[in-house]
């Protein structure tokens, strides 16, 4: 019998629920390097069919079909790496899967890619490239992408939503390949974007000077990811002398352009009394919006500080963040 009609038998034996034939079929084959019976194989190790669930082992046949170029089993690696299964939780390796799978036209993958810029997992926060992997990912049927591009477009600015749809446009015209290649990073310009990665470098090798260098003419010119990043170095002394109010100052103007990460730190900055003074009501509201946008602080900061509240703050609280939202985030 050929590989084919191997491959054929052990997917009927599967769809009817005869794991034992399917088993006996797809590992040979899995053996011998064929990619479709190493997704299969994968599949039924990570869902303990027809064999014991093993994690581990899902993901060396998955990893192996992904390997080969199956775009399904990239987006469920990705989702492996995501989750932590089997293998130690990587975020920047789970988009590297994803946008492996989504380069081939994966609805799924290209979902998922969108919710990782979107809550800023392995990829710097972005609503535009949220907006613009969700907006493709609908297009191709996935109806989680209809919600990360719709969440997305809540955040921007009209500019940024302009800027989305003609790159979801070219992307698409491109076959999906090399769709962030143009140096977007929140509608900076290619030389833009570079210096901005020169300045996450620097930082991340604790050159804190060149960091701060790269990052303030980005920052000034309206870059909320900048802005973030420059207010917590105000906040932790790194490269500057401490400074409260300035880390406040930064944090500000990026939480009104709907940064999630931003929100969450005013949050903390409100909640603690650093740079304003101490209110739970204002901790409460930023921590709530933050949460909302995907910032795991800002629920937990949230959540801490409810406990702390009158019903009084805390109905008080949630309207100010009702009315926050409405006024998209300015003036708060």
Request: proline share 2%; aromatic share 10%.
């Amino acid at each position: 019998m050929s590989e084919s009609a191997d491959l054929l038998k052990g997917a009927f034996a599967y769809k009817s629920g005869d794991y034992a034939t399917a088993l006996r079929e797809f590992r040979p084959l899995a053996e011998q390097g064929n990619a479709d019976a190493q997704f299969m194989l994968g599949g039924m190790y990570y869902n303990g069919e027809g064999v014991p669930k093993n994690d581990k082992t899902a993901v060396k046949w998955y990893r192996l079909a992904a390997e080969q170029g199956i775009a399904a089993a990239q987006n469920i690696l990705g989702e492996i790496y995501r989750r932590g299964h089997g293998v130690p939780q990587n975020h920047k390796t789970a988009v590297k899967w994803y946008k492996l799978a989504a380069e081939q036209g994966d609805a799924l993958a290209q979902n998922n890619l969108g919710a990782m810029y979107a809550l800023g997992h392995g990829v710097i926060q972005d609503w535009v490239y949220a907006h613009m992997w969700g907006n493709i990912g609908a297009s191709n049927g996935s109806e989680r992408g209809a919600k990360v591009r719709d969440l997305a477009a809540k955040n921007m600015t009209p500019s940024q939503l302009e800027t989305a749809k003609k790159l979801a446009r070219e992307c698409i015209r491109k076959k999906y390949k090399g769709c962030e290649s143009a140096g977007h990073q929140k509608g900076l310009t290619a030389a833009q974007s570079a210096d901005f990665q020169k300045g996450l470098t620097a930082y991340h090798s604790g050159d804190y000077a060149s960091a701060m260098r790269e990052w303030t003419p980005l920052a000034e010119q309206g870059d909320a990811s900048a802005q973030t990043l420059i207010g917590a170095m105000y906040n932790e002394g790194k490269g500057v002398p401490q400074d409260y109010k300035t880390s406040v100052k930064w944090f500000k103007l990026a939480a009104e352009q709907g940064d999630a990460d931003a929100q969450g730190n005013l949050g903390m900055m409100y909640a603690f009394g650093w740079g304003v003074l101490k209110d739970y009501v204002y901790a409460h509201m930023w921590g709530n919006i933050a949460a909302k946008n995907g910032n795991e602080l800002g629920a937990k900061l949230r959540d801490d500080f409810e406990k702390k509240m009158t019903p009084s703050q805390l109905e008080t609280a949630q309207k100010l963040a009702r009315e926050c939202v409405r006024k998209k985030y300015k003036g708060c």
